[in-house]
């Protein structure tokens, strides 16, 4: 252990006590759920969006079995705008573990928590922590980045054998006391000093960095190895009803992109969308709009998405399986999860 391991904890303390985050929704009241809440909320997106939308997910879910109970679709729809819907499907399916297993309760073992969906060691750390003052380490985007920098440790930490440098680096910086605080510091600290662009010139670890100290504060973290992505294109049929101004939505697989949100009908191509429609609306389309393409960037891949907008003669077909196809009204919309680019397309679909 190098004598910053144990100074570190002090530091930060002195330095959040002055300039820390103290006000967060999530930080009024920090229940065991409402922790939890928040701690999913934050795996893959920034503090001042998550506050956007904290209180009212809490409001609709105010404690575990509200959330159990709740139908996915609902649950989906309270998360729009918070991308990456698995974590909302596994929150959901988590709670409903907690509320048959646990009678409601969070538990408070560490491997137990685990052991919940979307719950790995940072979040069951962070959990532990600020909810049960448990002395566990965390290891967020932003702490790797702040210990990949203040041991200069280099190397792209998602790869195991960085990761398993800065575990070890986390444990030991991680006080006996004040546990609590110093999570939140140290979270705090990577967000707004050691951040991407860091702010060396105000930060009060400077004389104790050495990345600052070797140089090599721009180099440290190192970014994701490049690859190329690969590129798929897709077509999505918009069918417009335009009597009652709804279109027609299709619920997505539970497994895959957008697992349980629903989109519009897709097809590989446009060569099979007259029989696509002949075939589940009983029609051909009286017109065809090929509308701007829609580009949408996964992990893995991006994707080139080719809207085309078809009117059908009325009356169009109105009897379909509810769970599995959706006349989403434009003027009165469903309390559902849509797909990111599909909340695009209707509202220029609603423009038009
Ligand atoms: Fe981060 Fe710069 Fe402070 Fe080092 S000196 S901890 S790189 S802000």
Same mark, same amino acid.
Not at 62 to 88: E, F, I, K, M
């Given at each position: ?13 002195? /330095? /959040? ?19 939890? *809440? =928040? ?40 998360? =729009? !705008? ?10 959901? +399916? ?25 719950? !790995?060691? =940072? ?5 532990? =922590? ?10 967020? !985007? ?13 190397? /792209?930490? !998602? ?30 600290? $990577?967000?707004? *000093?050691?951040?991407? &662009?860091?702010?060396?010139?105000? +930060?009060?670890?400077?004389?104790? +960095? ?48 957008? $697992? ?11 060569? %099979?969308?007259?029989?696509? +429609?002949?075939?589940?609306? $009983? ?6 709009? *090929? ?45 559902? %999860? ?13 423009? &038009?």
């Amino acid at each position: 252990m190098t004598g910053l391991h144990e100074r570190l904890a002090p530091l930060l303390l002195d /330095w /959040w006590k002055v300039h820390g985050r103290r006000d967060l929704p999530w930080q009024k009241d920090p229940s065991p759920y409402r922790v939890w *809440v =928040s701690e999913i909320m934050l795996q893959q997106t920034q503090v001042p969006t998550v506050a956007r939308y904290y209180d009212r997910f809490m409001a609709a879910f105010p404690n575990v079995t509200a959330l159990a109970d709740a139908p996915l679709d609902q649950v989906l729809h309270q998360w =729009s !705008g918070l991308g990456y819907y698995a974590r909302a499907r596994n929150l959901h +399916c988590a709670a409903q573990i907690v509320r048959d297993e646990y009678r409601g309760e969070l538990p408070s073992q560490f491997d137990v928590l685990m052991s919940l969906p979307g719950i !790995g060691r =940072s979040t069951a750390g962070a959990i532990l =922590s600020l909810a049960f003052a448990q002395r566990w380490p965390i290891l967020d !985007g932003n702490v790797k980045r702040v210990l990949a920098r203040l041991f200069n440790v280099s190397g /792209w930490p !998602g790869s195991t054998k960085v990761a398993k440098q800065l575990w070890a680096h986390a444990e030991q910086c991680t006080p006996d006391r004040q546990v609590a605080w110093y999570t939140q510091a140290i979270m705090d600290f $990577g967000a707004t *000093v050691c951040a991407r &662009s860091p702010d060396c010139g105000h +930060c009060p670890l400077q004389m104790h +960095c050495e990345a600052f100290r070797a140089d090599t504060v721009a180099e440290v973290p190192a970014p994701r190895p490049r690859r190329n992505r690969p590129r798929r294109t897709t077509v999505m049929v918009l069918v417009v009803r335009d009597d009652d101004h709804a279109v027609l939505l299709e619920r997505r697989p539970a497994e895959g992109i957008w $697992g349980g949100l629903w989109s519009f009908p897709e097809l590989p191509d446009r060569a %099979g969308l007259v029989d696509w +429609c002949l075939q589940k609306l $009983g029609s051909v389309p009286c017109s065809e709009q *090929v509308c701007d393409t829609v580009s949408h960037s996964f992990t893995h891949f991006d994707l080139d998405i080719q809207p085309i907008r078809v009117s059908l003669p009325l009356p169009v077909l109105r009897v379909m399986e509810p769970e599995r196809w959706l006349w989403y009204k434009l003027r009165q919309p469903a309390e559902v %999860g849509l797909a990111a680019p599909v909340d695009r397309l209707i509202e220029t679909i609603g423009e &038009s």
